[in-house]
């Protein structure tokens, strides 16, 4: 936490799915105020391919590998969620101009894992890298991990044990204190590869488990049902170690969960934050969740942060007492139900009126907040708008005609409490190919979501 303030960030930007015959590629980002290019893109490193859908990336080695002179974090991982290819980019060698390292095709993920579609890339205290899969090469349900060799990032094969992998997939993370990992699930990637559909839901096509896993034995040993827990995406557990607890975000209940260890050493959830829905006209449901999409704690694990995609707020919870979040900060930051536009809201348990349109820097923001990336000190918070392309192309339209944008929220970190920084615009619609979808942010020294201590 005391570590330098950040100067650059690193963003997949994306332009599968948005008309533009394009690669996706990665982008530096300048976020010194002390910089004459502050709120620019000042680098753009395109991969070799098109309609990659390159999406979450992770570190060659993090703080699970502390204390291990050989190791330096240099190489920054991309795992593509629909052509399961990963990147390795080397951000070391001139780190304002990150330059691709090695391409792993996506056969040699096929051949030696039976897994594809990939999301999360965590770094193991091994030296090695687990990367989460969605699914098999056809693009059924398969929750499986990738162990790539941290060195060489050949692919070694699968972390799980022959024909142990969960029904579904989506993120994970790890507590080696309590040889345990725990894993999420979003849905098989042909039922949600090309957009959503309410009837996928009734159908029982769309996740609900945590899957409990023995680190050591890498087996799953417990599957817990969540109630309110329809698609359990991001899931953090304490930074500290020692923990034996943390929260996963439930995109379409719009629920967070705390998933805790019981006495006896199984493990438990319960439903801790309920974002009501809101009865809704000229929306494709009468009702309209949250959409909790992604969540992060801070690092001294006293705050935690989410995104409703949908709703269009960023929100800031006080979790001293775990069991009972406390609302400290809420910011809209455009959204579905802004004022003017095409969705009228009939009943809201939380809202008086309707949240206006935002226009920062004279840019009026399309889509709503998405991925977030808290300052090591916790007190600046970093949003983008982009969700995954099919998806945004149904729910944000003008999100693919504008191009997503990258938001600076100022954080109270004794008080708690949210404030938008006015001068801080990344605006993605600018960009020299076309306006691009921009998703994750990363920064050169590792941050909250990142990182696993030990």
């Not at 951000?91 to 691709?100: C, F, I």
């Not at 090309?194 to 890498?218: C, I, K, M, T």
């Not at 920062?360 to 970093?382: E, F, H, T, W």
């Amino acid at each position: 936490m005391r570590g330098p303030r950040e100067e650059i960030v690193y963003v997949p930007c994306i332009y599968r799915n948005t008309g533009i015959e394009a690669p996706d590629y990665l982008a530096t980002v300048d976020v010194d105020p002390k910089s004459p290019q502050y709120c620019q893109v000042i680098h753009r490193l395109p991969m070799p391919n098109l309609k990659d859908e390159l999406h979450h990336s992770g570190w060659n080695t993090c703080s699970s590998c502390y204390g291990d002179s050989t190791k330096s974090r240099s190489k920054l991982v991309l795992p593509c969620l629909i052509s399961s290819r990963i990147y390795v980019v080397d951000v070391g060698t001139e780190p304002r101009a990150p330059k691709l390292h090695k391409v792993i095709e996506p056969k040699d993920v096929h051949a030696k894992c039976d897994l594809g579609y990939l999301h999360t890339s965590h770094c193991l205290a091994s030296g090695e890298l687990m990367i989460s899969a969605l699914g098999d090469p056809k693009g059924n349900g398969k929750g499986g991990f990738v162990l790539l060799d941290g060195e060489t990032f050949e692919v070694k094969g699968t972390w799980e044990q022959p024909g142990g992998a969960a029904p579904l997939g989506y993120d994970f993370w790890y507590q080696p204190r309590h040889n345990v990992m725990i894993s999420t699930e979003w849905a098989a990637p042909k039922v949600l590869g090309e957009g959503f559909n309410p009837a996928d839901v009734e159908a029982g096509l769309y996740g609900s488990h945590l899957y409990v896993w023995d680190w050591q034995r890498r087996e799953t040993v417990q599957t817990l049902t969540l109630q309110d827990g329809l698609i359990p995406l991001e899931i953090r557990f304490l930074h500290n170690p020692a923990a034996a607890q943390g929260f996963v975000g439930c995109a379409l209940s719009s629920t967070i969960q705390r998933f805790f260890k019981n006495e006896g050493g199984t493990w438990s959830a319960e439903k801790v934050i309920q974002v009501p829905p809101k009865k809704v006209k000229g929306w494709m449901l009468p009702e309209m969740p949250g959409l909790i999409t992604d969540i992060l704690l801070s690092l001294d694990d006293r705050f935690l942060y989410f995104s409703n995609w949908l709703h269009g707020d960023l929100r800031q919870y006080d979790i001293s007492a775990p069991q009972r979040p406390r609302l400290t900060g809420q910011l809209f930051l455009g959204g579905s139900i802004v004022k003017g536009g095409p969705v009228q809201v009939l009943e809201d348990q939380e809202l008086k009126s309707q949240p206006e349109p935002l226009v920062v820097k004279g840019k009026r923001v399309a889509g709503g907040p998405q991925m977030i990336q808290l300052s090591l000190d916790g007190k600046r918070l970093y949003v983008t708008t982009s969700l995954y392309s099919a998806w945004d192309k149904q729910f944000y339209p003008d999100l693919i005609r504008e191009g997503s944008v990258m938001l600076q929220i100022d954080v109270d970190t004794v008080k708690g409490g949210l404030t938008l920084n006015p001068n801080f615009l990344v605006d993605f619609g600018k960009e020299p190919l076309g306006p691009a979808l921009a998703h994750e942010l990363r920064y050169p020294g590792g941050d909250c979501s990142s990182d696993i201590w030990l």
